[in-house]
């Protein structure tokens, strides 16, 4: 299992996104970027938030 927490990619928020690959932690972690933060995931950004996610 993969996880990303949105706190590790600079925002106050304690949202935890989980997924059996990367592609499934990106897929939620757009959206909740958009959402959440009003940010739209840029490629070179979602190149960086891929850096950031974890084994669980």
Not at 12 to 24: F, L, P, R, S
Request: proline share 4%; hydrophobic share 40%.
């Amino acid at each position: 299992m993969k996880e990303l927490k949105c706190r590790d990619a600079g925002f106050d928020c304690d949202a935890v996104v989980h997924g059996e690959t990367t592609d499934e932690v990106m897929a939620q972690a757009a959206p909740h970027a958009e959402q959440a933060h009003g940010v739209a995931v840029t490629p070179e950004m979602a190149d960086q938030i891929r850096g950031l996610i974890r084994e669980r």
